[in-house]
């Protein structure tokens, strides 16, 4: 593995011996991985398309609980209309089709959302 040798602050050297030894490896090993770690993020930065879909997926984390409330609204619709058909807008033979009907159409949808292709 190639050297690099660089100075930094007195503080900063404490604090990299302090986490190196939380992290029980050497102080070198830890400095690299910061190194990596913020060479991610610059590259992220100057990146739209990553910056864009970091933003999303920042989006989505904020929308979670009320996306979590929805879920639970319509498994409660689902399971209350369960016996009416003519409530009902999923058409579904059970119950467990119709969740997991709209489990697969929420991932879609949050795959295509965050431009995945997986």
Do not use: W
Not at 96 to 117: P, R
């Amino acid at each position: 593995m190639p050297r690099l040798v660089t100075f930094v602050g007195e503080h900063t050297l404490e604090t990299i011996n302090e986490k190196a030894e939380k992290n029980k490896i050497s102080a070198s090993k830890y400095a690299s991985e910061l190194i990596e770690f913020a060479l991610k993020i610059k590259s992220m930065e100057a990146d739209p398309k990553a910056k864009k879909a970091e933003e999303k997926r920042r989006e989505l984390e904020l929308k979670t609980p009320e996306y979590l409330l929805r879920i639970l609204n319509i498994s409660s619709e689902i399971l209350r209309c369960n016996h009416d058909p003519e409530k009902m807008k999923v058409k579904q033979a059970d119950v467990d089709h119709a969740l997991d009907s709209i489990t697969a159409e929420v991932k879609t949808y949050l795959k295509g959302y965050l431009g995945e292709d997986n």
